[in-house]
């Protein structure tokens, strides 16, 4: 466990190194989510959570990849899985910044605009978010342990795009259903939880496959 919060560490250091792209990124989202309204408010709102997940995964995995840290872990007594967990680590902490960026725009916003979705609805939707940004991250993260450069820039940009149209069907559908929040919030997250136990045992195999290290 100590590798691994070291290694989460160390990544979470490397935040600094793309703090001007990460800001930019950020700001724009915000921005467009504080002046959307209608459909397109659903759509930056997910986006405030998957965002922090795309950062806190292939924008710190990208920028350490150009860095060459297989070459640095080969050096480091860190076995394999240990990296690997790491990568999944950087991902929850970036749900949970992403989260906490939701409810607080959410709360900004809720002062400013009269005609702003309500609380159930603003669960539910944060709900989406975590399933939407957690099966990016299961694209994201495999698809750099196995592969460098353009292939998975290509990749990730994908599974960025996706989920987020994804979880807009998906709202649309609970709320034409009218299914009942506590129980969708529920199997949105034992969803995500079953995805990121798959994810992980994918890039474990194609990272332990990897000739460098």
């Not at 979705?117 to 994201?140: C, H, K, Q």
């Amino acid at each position: 466990m100590k590798n691994i919060l070291k290694l989460t560490k160390m990544s979470l250091y490397n935040l600094n190194s793309i703090k001007k792209m990460m800001i930019w990124a950020i700001g724009f989202i915000v921005v467009a989510a504080l002046l959307s309204d209608g459909e397109s408010e659903s759509i930056y709102f997910v986006m405030l959570i998957n965002i922090m997940g795309y950062i806190f995964t292939y924008m710190i995995m990208a920028y350490e990849n150009l860095s060459d840290i297989d070459i640095l872990i080969s050096y480091i007594p860190i076995n394999k899985k240990d990296f690997v967990k790491s990568r999944y680590l950087l991902g929850i902490i970036g749900v949970i910044v992403g989260v906490s960026l939701y409810f607080l725009v959410h709360l900004i916003k809720s002062r400013f605009s009269i005609n702003f979705f309500e609380f159930r609805y603003m669960l539910e939707l944060a709900s989406v978010g975590i399933l939407s940004t957690v099966f990016s991250m299961a694209i994201i993260i495999p698809a750099n342990l196995a592969f460098d450069g353009i292939k998975s820039r290509i990749i990730s940009l994908i599974g960025f795009m996706i989920p987020i149209s994804v979880s807009t069907a998906i709202e649309d559908i609970v709320n034409f259903t009218g299914t009942y929040i506590k129980s969708f919030s529920f199997s949105m997250i034992l969803i995500s939880f079953i995805i990121i136990l798959v994810s992980y045992n994918i890039s474990y195999i194609v990272y332990n496959r990897k000739e460098s290290i």
